[in-house]
């Protein structure tokens, strides 16, 4: 109970973070058509890249997905520990299920309206968008792809199977696993565990959309939302780390080097090749150390916030209200100004920033106008009353 009272003392710092990591989702997903050689692959293929903000994205993927995950699995156990198991599925309905089963039909016809635009306004089109216009030319190219995807809804996806694996594991409590953070040797070797989800993913790590589940996002964001859930009541182990964030902060850059050199140079004959969208089956050596990478740079964005996101403060209250929002509606809107700035003879990073900036206004702004106190509002963040 002390444990847990005093993890309610500092529940600001999570909130935070998960608001900001969504809002990094916004920068990542802008960036990719502006980054070289990543913009290849990408649907909207701007004439000339960065090596820069390529690094940046990929940096931001190896940490983004897997504190969500964590930060979901403390989050779940706080509310079976608080509310029950009733409540917390009822929840779990009302803020995931309801909202992916409402807002994917909606996202479809949305990208499907970006596409046509898309083929229609870009005269020479490139990368991947070329790619689908010759398959959309080729009618058994054409009957073999298929257009149901979980978009970037498979968060949501994966994320109400794991609550529902909780609900059911919540039952067991007579499993305990203190023994395995009460040894340091133990907590160095956990990384590895994250090694077969890895090689499952491939390099850079793919997003998982199919609507079939597959094995590996258990074996790897799984293991992620299982940390969380476990973290919830030993909230004192951050209290031991919390000295060495600034030197897990360093060894996470220096480990990024040799893992961004490692990557494969994403174009489109690797996407053809490659069993998941974008990705390549790694080495052993290649896959230790996304582990790790991935272990340190989520640990470090947690000890981070929890030094400076500590304090509730109303713009990040705010900012933490929007980012639901923002996460479900911004990839058509994104996709439609890259495209739309394809041919604009402007800088490539003013063109990122237009991108971003734009995105983020017109979210923000249905988000007051139509969202923060309406059914949608509610259904996302709770019923709210006007201030």
Same mark, same amino acid.
């Given at each position: 109970?002390?444990?847990?009272?005093?993890?309610?003392?500092?529940?600001? /710092?999570?909130?935070?973070?998960?608001? #900001?990591?969504?809002?990094?989702?916004?920068? #990542?997903?802008?960036?990719?058509?502006?980054?070289?050689?990543?913009? &290849?692959?990408?649907?909207?293929?701007?004439?000339?890249?960065?090596?820069?903000?390529?690094? &940046?994205?990929?940096?931001?993927?190896?940490?983004?997905?897997?504190?969500?995950? $964590?930060?979901?699995?403390?989050?779940?156990?706080?509310?079976?520990?608080?509310?029950?198991?009733?409540?917390?599925? !009822?929840?779990?309905?009302?803020?995931?299920?309801?909202?992916?089963?409402?807002?994917?039909?909606?996202?479809?016809?949305?990208?499907?309206?970006?596409?046509?635009?898309?083929?229609?306004?870009?005269?020479?089109?490139?990368?991947?968008?070329?790619?689908?216009?010759?398959?959309?030319?080729?009618?058994?190219?054409?009957?073999?792809?298929?257009?149901?995807?979980?978009?970037?809804? !498979?968060?949501?996806?994966?994320?109400?199977?794991?609550?529902?694996?909780?609900?059911?594991?919540?039952?067991?409590?007579?499993?305990?696993?203190?023994?395995?953070?009460?040894?340091?040797?133990?907590?160095?070797?956990?990384? $590895? *565990?994250?090694?077969?989800?890895?090689?499952?993913?491939?390099?850079?790590?793919?997003?998982?959309?199919?609507?079939?589940?597959?094995?590996?996002?258990?074996?790897?964001?799984?293991?992620?939302?299982?940390?969380? !859930?476990?973290?919830?009541?030993?909230?004192?182990?951050?209290?031991?780390?919390?000295?060495?964030?600034?030197?897990?902060?360093?060894?996470?850059?220096?480990?990024?080097?040799?893992? /961004?050199?490692?990557?494969?140079?994403?174009?489109?004959?690797?996407?053809?090749?490659?069993?998941?969208?974008?990705?390549? *089956?790694?080495?052993?050596?290649?896959?230790?150390?996304?582990?790790?990478?991935?272990?340190?740079? *989520?640990? &470090?964005? $947690?000890?981070?916030?929890?030094?400076?996101?500590?304090?509730?403060?109303?713009?990040?209250?705010? !900012?933490?209200?929007? &980012?639901?929002?923002?996460? #479900?509606?911004?990839?058509?809107?994104?996709?439609?100004?890259?495209?739309?700035?394809?041919?604009?003879?402007?800088?490539?990073?003013?063109?990122?920033?237009?991108?971003?900036?734009?995105?983020?206004?017109?979210?923000?702004?249905?988000?007051?106008?139509?969202?923060?106190?309406?059914?949608?509002?509610?259904?996302?963040?709770?019923?709210? *009353?006007?201030?």
């Amino acid at each position: 109970m002390a444990a847990a009272s005093n993890a309610s003392s500092r529940i600001h /710092y999570l909130d935070n973070l998960r608001a #900001l990591a969504m809002m990094l989702g916004l920068y #990542l997903h802008g960036a990719l058509a502006y980054a070289e050689p990543a913009r &290849s692959v990408w649907i909207a293929t701007n004439p000339e890249g960065s090596v820069a903000v390529d690094a &940046s994205i990929w940096y931001i993927h190896l940490f983004r997905m897997g504190l969500f995950f $964590l930060l979901s699995g403390y989050f779940a156990k706080l509310m079976i520990q608080r509310k029950g198991l009733k409540p917390f599925l !009822w929840n779990r309905v009302i803020r995931i299920a309801l909202p992916f089963v409402l807002f994917l039909p909606l996202l479809m016809v949305a990208m499907a309206i970006v596409f046509v635009f898309a083929f229609a306004y870009v005269k020479q089109p490139q990368g991947l968008l070329g790619l689908i216009v010759a398959a959309s030319q080729n009618s058994e190219a054409a009957k073999s792809s298929t257009p149901y995807t979980t978009m970037h809804l !498979w968060f949501l996806y994966y994320l109400l199977m794991f609550s529902l694996l909780a609900a059911v594991c919540s039952r067991w409590q007579r499993l305990k696993f203190d023994w395995l953070f009460e040894r340091k040797y133990l907590l160095a070797l956990s990384p $590895l *565990t994250l090694v077969p989800g890895v090689m499952g993913g491939g390099l850079p790590i793919s997003a998982p959309e199919t609507f079939i589940p597959t094995w590996w996002p258990f074996a790897f964001y799984g293991l992620f939302y299982w940390v969380g !859930w476990q973290l919830f009541g030993r909230e004192e182990l951050l209290d031991h780390l919390q000295p060495w964030c600034w030197s897990l902060v360093l060894a996470g850059f220096v480990l990024f080097i040799p893992h /961004y050199f490692l990557l494969p140079a994403l174009d489109i004959a690797l996407i053809q090749q490659a069993t998941e969208f974008g990705s390549l *089956t790694p080495s052993l050596l290649e896959s230790v150390l996304a582990a790790y990478l991935s272990s340190i740079l *989520t640990l &470090s964005a $947690l000890l981070v916030g929890r030094r400076f996101l500590g304090r509730s403060n109303a713009w990040l209250k705010f !900012w933490a209200d929007t &980012s639901y929002w923002v996460y #479900l509606i911004h990839l058509p809107i994104i996709l439609f100004l890259q495209t739309l700035l394809i041919p604009v003879a402007i800088p490539t990073m003013v063109k990122l920033a237009l991108v971003i900036f734009v995105t983020w206004l017109f979210c923000l702004a249905t988000y007051v106008v139509f969202v923060r106190y309406t059914p949608i509002g509610w259904m996302l963040n709770g019923k709210r *009353t006007f201030p």
